[in-house]
């Protein structure tokens, strides 16, 4: 048999719940990553230039049990440690460095507007890994059923 074996599709689910929420907060939005990526996956993909997207490392966009990091912090101490040593040292952070190690370039990073809103984990490998080019979709909206109901 000659057959072609398909590989496995990321197995994502359809939209955050409670215990398994992957969100982002933006510009008063705050928007159901999950919902987002099944949503946008009709968007054709293009190129961007790594360095372009530099400037969002340094937000503190991430947190571990001391409160909000950045992506550049972690990816400096990763350049000057190494994954092994990093999550020794440094285990408030192995979560992040788990997703940067495991983040995967065949995933867009989806941007709203030029600001990353999914991804930042495969940004931070690119810039560890030297990568000059990375695949994004850039939107220019974000579709109403990705946006999740406040809580009052």
């Given at each position: 048999m000659n057959e072609k074996i398909k590989p496995l599709q990321r197995i994502l689910p359809a939209h955050s719940v409670p215990g398994d929420t992957h969100s982002a907060e933006h510009q008063g939005m705050s928007i159901d990553v999950?919902?987002?990526?099944?949503?946008?996956?009709?968007?054709p993909p293009e190129e961007a230039a790594v360095s372009d997207l530099l400037p969002q490392m340094g937000?503190?966009?991430?947190?571990?049990?001391?409160g909000k990091i950045t992506p550049e912090f972690?990816?400096?101490?990763?350049r000057e440690e190494g994954f092994e040593r990093s999550?020794?040292?440094y285990p408030s952070l192995n979560h992040h460095i788990r997703q940067?190690?495991?983040a995967d370039y065949s995933y867009p990073i989806i941007l709203y507007k030029?600001?990353?809103?999914d991804g930042m984990h495969r940004l931070a490998k690119a810039v560890i890994e030297n990568q000059t080019m990375i695949k994004i979709k850039n939107l220019e909206e974000i579709p109403k059923?990705?946006?999740m109901q406040k809580e009052s």
């Open positions: 999950y919902r987002l990526i099944h949503l946008t996956e009709h968007v937000d503190f966009c991430w947190t571990d049990e001391h972690v990816v400096h101490i990763l999550m020794s040292r940067i190690e495991k030029g600001s990353i809103i059923e990705a946006l």
